[in-house]
C-alpha cells in the first residue's frame, strides 16, 4: 500500500533538519531509515482490518463473558487479546509527527473497535438480563486517580516497548495493567441493564486509561527519540490531548478523596474493634466465660459516632450499663480528640451437657 501523503520531515536525512544532531554511534542516515520504518509499522497498527475486527470481538465477548461470571482469570484473558492499544500506540506517533490524516485514521480504527466491543456487551448482556453485577464490574464503575497515574505509566512503558524490541516482551503486562476492553463491556451490560450510572463510571475508567496511555506514550517518544523532542509542546494536537487528560483530575480527584476517607474510616473501624476487644478481655468490662464480641459496626454520621458492639454472653445480666460506661471512657481516651458513644447488644449463650455423665461408676 502506497501512502499517499507527503514524506515527513522525519524520513528525510539528518543535515535537512534544522536543529537535528546525530546520537552517539548513530549517524542521520541509519535514524531517518529507523525512523521511516517506525512509521509504517506503526502504520500498520492503525488500520482497520480482518485481524482488528476479529481480535476486538473475540476480546470483547470473552471480557464481557468473565464480567457476568465475575472471572478475574477470564477477563484478564480478554485484556491479552484486545488490540486497542495498537492503533493508541500510532496516535500517538503521528501527532507528535504532525500528520492529520495519519492521526484520524487511527482514531477511527479505535472507535469502530470500541463500537463493536460495546454492540458485543449490550447483546450479551440483553440475552442475558441479569439484574445485579459482581465485583469484576462494580470494580470498573469507580475510577480514580490511581487508575490515571497507572494509565500513564503503561503508555509510556508501551511506547518503550515499542521502540525498543528487546523490551516486547512487557506488551502483554502492559495490556493486563491497563485494560481498554473490560470497561466499554461494562459500559454494554450497565447500558443493557438500565444501569446509567455505572455505565458513566465506567465510561469515565475508559477516557482515563485511554487518554492516559496516549499521554504517556507521546511523553515518551518525545523523550526518547531526539527528532520528536519539543514537539509536543509545539503540536496542537499534543497540547488537546494533555489538556484533556488533566481535566480528568476533577472527578478522579472526588472519587480519590472518597477512597481515601473510606480507606481511613476502614482503618478507625480496625482501631476500635481491637481497642473494645482489649476492654472486654483487660479493662473494667468481664463479659463471663465462654463471651465473645461477634460483631462491631459504627454510624459515622452520628453526631457523636455510635459503635454499636454485637456481644454473646453466658450470664445475661452482662454487660451492666456502668461497664459499658467504663469502656466508653477507655476507647474515647485513647482515640482523643475523638468521642465515640458506644452501645452493646447481648445475647445469651445457653451451654448444654449431657444429661447422664460419663463418668464410671466404680470411679465415683
Known amino acids: 500500500?502506497?501512502?499517499?501523503?507527503?514524506?515527513?520531515?522525519?524520513?528525510?536525512?539528518?543535515?535537512?533538519?534544522?536543529?537535528?544532531?546525530?546520537?552517539?554511534?548513530?549517524?542521520?542516515?541509519?535514524?531517518?531509515?529507523?525512523?521511516?520504518?517506525?512509521?509504517?509499522?506503526?502504520?500498520?497498527?492503525?488500520?482497520?482490518?480482518?485481524?482488528?475486527?476479529?481480535?476486538?470481538?473475540?476480546?470483547?465477548?470473552?471480557?464481557?463473558?468473565g464480567l457476568l461470571a465475575n472471572s478475574a482469570a477470564v477477563v484478564i484473558g480478554a485484556m491479552v487479546v484486545a488490540p486497542w492499544i495498537l492503533p493508541l500506540e500510532a496516535m500517538a506517533?503521528?501527532?507528535?509527527?504532525?500528520?492529520?490524516?495519519?492521526?484520524?485514521?487511527?482514531?477511527r480504527t479505535l472507535l469502530l473497535g470500541v463500537a463493536l466491543g460495546?454492540?458485543?456487551?449490550?447483546?450479551?448482556?440483553?440475552?442475558v438480563g441479569m439484574p445485579t453485577f459482581g465485583e469484576e464490574v462494580m470494580a470498573r464503575t469507580r475510577p480514580n486517580l490511581?487508575?490515571?497515574?497507572?494509565?500513564?505509566?503503561?503508555?509510556?512503558?508501551?511506547?518503550?516497548a515499542k521502540l525498543r524490541k528487546e523490551a516486547i516482551s512487557a506488551l502483554a503486562g502492559l495490556a493486563i495493567a491497563v485494560a481498554l476492553v473490560p470497561p466499554m463491556c461494562v459500559v454494554g451490560l450497565s447500558l443493557a441493564a438500565g444501569l446509567w450510572h455505572q455505565a458513566g463510571g465506567a465510561l469515565l475508567l475508559f477516557l482515563t486509561n485511554l487518554l492516559g496511555i496516549l499521554s504517556g506514550a507521546m511523553v515518551a517518544l518525545s523523550l526518547l527519540e531526539r527528532p520528536f523532542r519539543g514537539r509536543l509542546l509545539r503540536s496542537r494536537l499534543g497540547l488537546t490531548s494533555l489538556t484533556l487528560t488533566a481535566l480528568l483530575v476533577v472527578p478522579l480527584g472526588g472519587s480519590f478523596l472518597n477512597l481515601l476517607a473510606t480507606s481511613r474510616h476502614q482503618a478507625q473501624e480496625k482501631r476500635i474493634e481491637e481497642l473494645v476487644r482489649q476492654s472486654l478481655r483487660n479493662e473494667t468490662l468481664t463479659l463471663g466465660r465462654d463471651s465473645r464480641l461477634e460483631d462491631l459496626a459504627i454510624q459515622w454520621d452520628s453526631d457523636p459516632p455510635l459503635i454499636t458492639a454485637r456481644?454473646?454472653?453466658?450470664?445475661?445480666?452482662?454487660?451492666?450499663p456502668a461497664q459499658v460506661a467504663a469502656v466508653q471512657r477507655f476507647i474515647n481516651r485513647r482515640l482523643e480528640p475523638l468521642r465515640f458513644q458506644l452501645v452493646v447488644q447481648r445475647s445469651a449463650i445457653e451451654v448444654v451437657g449431657p444429661e447422664e455423665s460419663l463418668t464410671p461408676a466404680g470411679d465415683r
Request: aromatic content about 6%.
Open 311 to 320: 456481644a454473646a454472653v453466658s450470664d445475661p445480666d452482662l454487660p451492666t
Open 146 to 160: 490511581l487508575d490515571l497515574a497507572v494509565a500513564l505509566a503503561a503508555g509510556g512503558v508501551a511506547m518503550f
Open 118 to 127: 460495546v454492540l458485543v456487551s449490550v447483546g450479551v448482556g440483553w440475552l
Open 1 to 65: 500500500m502506497v501512502d499517499p501523503s507527503p514524506p515527513d520531515a522525519d524520513a528525510r536525512p539528518a543535515g535537512t533538519r534544522r536543529g537535528v544532531t546525530p546520537e552517539p554511534g548513530e549517524n542521520g542516515k541509519d535514524r531517518s531509515r529507523r525512523l521511516e520504518a517506525l512509521r509504517r509499522e506503526f502504520e500498520r497498527d492503525a488500520r482497520f482490518g480482518s485481524v482488528f475486527v476479529v481480535l476486538s470481538l473475540g476480546a470483547a465477548l470473552i471480557a464481557t463473558l
Open 93 to 107: 506517533f503521528e501527532v507528535l509527527r504532525g500528520h492529520l490524516p495519519s492521526v484520524l485514521r487511527a482514531l
